[in-house]
T-cell receptor, first 116, second 113 residues
């Protein structure tokens, strides 16, 4: 069975600085997706970035980028130029691309505080 | 095009009552997923449904929990005889058949008193 591990329950960063959130996963599959979701206090789940396993190039979305190391099964999220609005829970998630079942397997999350 | 609509946003039930949570998927989405988020935890998959079919219920407790996605109307997650441990946020997500465009609702927070 697939598992996702986030080893940092809490992180903090100064406004305008860079922070990296860690995520490792375990799977025997070769075709899958990885995601980072943001959950602010409003509780809405917001997709931050996604990575397809067969793509070697790391995904980037504005200030958000990932370091995807397939062999090491590592998928970290880097937030550059941190803003106060980035403060939230961040969840790493895995999704198999086999069959039609698109259920997500989640890590326990990292609570990110942004200090002014 | 409205997103995934969940209602109610907040639901309070006394122990032993029934809770019904509703999820209307995005227009054109035929796949629905339910997740539960316990306090201070990530989401746990509960059940995956297509119209009139339960495809994967491997994450759903065997007792007291059931889900449906009828041909017409929203998907319903039903919890009978609720207990305090059922208190959680319940999220619904929908997707089209291709799996792309996976979209979450805002969740229902269930509190059992």
């Amino acid at each position: 069975a697939q598992t996702v591990t986030q080893s940092q329950p809490e992180m903090s960063v100064q406004e305008a600085e860079t922070v990296t959130l860690s995520c490792t996963y375990d799977t025997s599959e070769s075709d899958y997706y990885l995601f980072w979701y943001k959950q602010p206090p409003s509780r809405q789940m917001i997709l931050v970035i996604r990575q397809e396993a067969y793509k070697q190039q790391n995904a980037t979305e504005n200030r958000f980028s990932v370091n995807f190391q397939k062999a090491a099964k590592s998928f970290s999220l880097k937030i550059s130029d941190s803003q106060l609005g980035d403060a939230a829970m961040y969840f790493c998630a895995y999704r198999s691309n086999a069959g039609n079942n698109r259920k997500l397997i989640w890590g326990l999350g990292t609570s990110l505080a942004v200090n002014p | 095009n409205a997103g995934v609509m969940q209602n109610p946003r907040h639901l309070v039930r006394r122990r032993g009552q029934e809770a019904r949570l509703r999820c209307s998927p995005m227009k054109g989405h035929s796949h629905v997923y339910w997740y539960r988020q316990l306090p201070e935890e990530g989401l746990k998959f509960m059940v995956y449904l297509q119209k009139e079919n339960i495809i994967d219920e491997s994450g759903m407790p065997k007792e007291r929990f059931s889900a449906e996605f009828p041909k017409e109307g929203p998907s319903i997650l039903r919890i009978q005889q609720v207990v305090r441990g059922d208190s959680a946020a319940y999220f619904c997500a929908s997707s089209p058949q291709t799996g792309d465009g996976y979209t979450f609702g805002s969740g229902t927070r269930l509190t059992v008193v």
